[in-house]
């Protein structure tokens, strides 16, 4: 019986899903009048929770205009809810129709474009390393022997094992739930580094009791494109999408979303990134694409 109960759960998730990959999410929206946004708790400025319910940041901000073309095109005012996601759940819940737009922290890489769609990259990161200032760690080499912080179901740890200055250098992966949770991880001395995207280890320090015992050092690990995700073969939604990012870096909004979120302060501390507006994001925004990752590694 319990086995019967398990196929029929999968055959339903399996349904659900096709009809979610069949259906434009325009169509879909019109017809509930609720459109449902993908959002982290911890994604540094990207995506963040204020609580009780409330989101904000870079990503979110974005997907808003979004949102507000797509109820101009839906023809009716829609319910817009959140959704919390993890690294681990959001490319499932963004593929069975849960989430319509994921607005958080995701890599565009050649993998995660087999199961779901991205929309123009709106952020290149880099790869980095989080230490307490007082550690005396500065490289890759001084994290033989130690313990290193990655979240579960991101791929900074595995850049790092790949990272030719890594050659030799033995370290054991602790893992947190979130990236907040991996931050704490550093910051109660149970991880000796924290490894992630250096807008979420910046936010994350921002944010903490007493930014000024931590610091970003070392290599850049990777250069990755991070963008909003849709899902697959959804065309008529990923030009609506592309179309307001279009817009947004023509106006000069999006240099001003950046400024906003990463030099400015932010709630609800009021503390500000400090995250300077990199070369690759410029010439991401010169040249609109939805390239994975894995083009950026050949340049």
């Known amino acids: 019986m319990k086995k019967q109960i398990l196929a029929l759960a999968v055959t339903a998730l399996a349904a659900g899903a096709a009809m979610a990959q069949a259906q434009s999410t325009i169509d879909k929206v019109k017809a509930s009048g609720v459109v449902t946004m993908g959002v982290r708790e911890s994604s540094g400025a990207l995506s ?100 290193v912080a990655t979240t579960t179901g991101t791929t900074s740890v595995q850049t790092l094992r790949r990272n030719e200055r890594a050659t030799g250098v033995d370290f054991k992966e602790v893992f947190g739930k979130d990236h907040a949770d991996s931050f704490l991880l550093l910051e109660t001395g149970r991880a000796d580094a924290f490894v992630m995207d250096g807008a979420i280890l910046a936010g994350n320090i921002a944010a903490s009791k007493t930014p000024a015992d931590f610091r970003i050092v070392g290599e850049v690990l990777s250069v990755e494109p991070i ?32 400024d906003k979120w990463f030099m400015q302060p932010i709630p609800p501390k009021n503390t500000r990134v400090g995250l300077a507006l990199s070369e690759s994001t410029k010439t991401a925004w010169a040249t609109p694409n939805d390239k994975p990752m894995e083009d950026y590694a050949k340049k």
């Open 48 to 147: 963040y929770t204020l609580g009780d319910g409330k989101f904000t940041g870079f990503h979110v901000e974005i997907c808003s205009r979004i949102l507000a073309e797509l109820e101009k095109q839906a023809g009716k005012k829609l319910e817009v809810k959140y959704q919390a996601v993890t690294s681990q759940n959001r490319i499932p819940l963004v593929q069975n129709g849960t989430v319509d737009i994921e607005c958080g922290s995701t890599t565009n890489n050649a993998t995660r474009q087999k199961d779901v769609s991205f929309l123009n990259t709106t952020f290149v990161e880099e790869v980095r390393i989080a230490v307490k200032a007082n550690s005396g760690i500065t490289s890759i080499a001084q994290l033989n022997g130690k313990n």
């Open 227 to 258: 963008a909003i995700m849709i899902r697959k073969d959804d065309a008529a939604f990923k030009k609506l999408g592309n179309d307001v990012i279009a817009g947004m870096i023509r106006s000069g909004d999006m240099a001003k979303l950046w």
